[in-house]
């Protein structure tokens, strides 16, 4: 059964950044298309970032591009959000998942964007 650990999140100010991670496990990790994903409380969870399985090609969401890259490490079974220029309307809880293949998904981990 694939797991995710989300971690990196935190409290930080306006024009701040953050870099996240999500750790891998019970797949084969290098095989599978990753995603990001975020949630504000009462609405949809949204993709806001996805990466192929070599980390070649990546895609993002209009409201991050530019300001958000994301990567992957096969070896370690991670990937990574960075983060940059955030706003408070990057505020929310954020997931990794697989998005072509979704499995149950993690805890996720809280980003606040705040003054």
């Known amino acids: 059964q694939v797991q995710f650990v989300e971690s990196g999140g935190g409290l930080v100010q306006p024009g701040g950044s953050l870099r996240l991670s999500c750790a891998t496990s019970?797949?084969?990790?290098?095989?599978?298309?990753m995603g990001w994903y975020r949630q504000i409380p009462g609405k949809q969870r949204d993709l806001v970032a996805r990466?192929?399985?070599?980390?070649?090609?990546?895609e993002y969401a209009d409201d991050v591009k530019g300001r958000f890259t994301i990567s992957r490490d096969n070896a370690k079974s991670t990937v990574y959000l960075q983060m940059n220029n955030l706003t408070p309307e990057d505020t929310a809880v954020y997931y990794c998942?697989?998005?072509?293949?979704?499995?149950?998904w993690g805890q996720g981990t809280q980003v606040t964007v705040s003054s």
């Open positions: 019970g797949s084969i990790f290098s095989l599978y298309v």
């Open positions: 998942n697989q998005p072509y293949n979704l499995a149950t």
């Open positions: 990466i192929n399985t070599s980390g070649r090609t990546t």
